[in-house]
């Protein structure tokens, strides 16, 4: 296996690893292990979104008409909160993100979050299958090196 092809994944080429160095592999290794650093990082990043999303699609579940009048903790901050009263049971004002908010009637809250729980477990997958590409790249690049040493260690030992 010296040829590495993915083809189908945008931004990556066919290299031909045997006719690299083994300065070029190294190079070639270390970049995909920044990639696939980069790839951990975003995906943990859609995680923790993709928690909050669910989260709120989950308080939001919780508001019914009787819930009118009670009352609950309302944050302020990451981690002061204050006592607050449930005045609206129809409606909700929910973060759209980059500090913009939107009223929305509970059925609208529900169907957003549901929505953006299902884009970001979509972008989850797509990043999880660049990443076993990559992984797939570097696994080739790695035997090949190993392949590389191996012949540089007995042509020494024959020339000696």
Do not use: C
């Amino acid at each position: 296996m010296a040829t590495v092809s993915t083809a189908p994944v945008p931004g990556m080429h066919q290299i031909d690893l045997s006719k690299l160095n083994l300065h070029q592999l190294a190079q070639l290794k270390q970049q995909l292990d920044q990639e696939l650093n980069v790839f951990q990082d975003s995906l943990q990043t859609l995680k923790i979104a993709q928690r909050k999303f669910v989260e709120s699609g989950e308080s939001v579940e919780k508001i019914k008409p009787e819930t009118k009048g009670k009352t609950i903790l309302v944050p302020l901050t990451g981690s002061m909160y204050v006592p607050g009263t449930i005045a609206d049971t129809d409606n909700v004002i929910i973060d759209i993100g980059t500090g913009y908010y939107a009223q929305k009637d509970i059925d609208g809250a529900k169907d957003y979050f549901k929505r953006k729980v299902k884009f970001v477990t979509e972008q989850m997958e797509k990043i999880q299958v660049m990443g076993i590409e990559k992984s797939k790249v570097r696994e080739a690049i790695v035997m090949m090196m190993e392949m590389k040493i191996q012949a540089q260690t007995q042509s020494q030992k024959a020339s000696s």
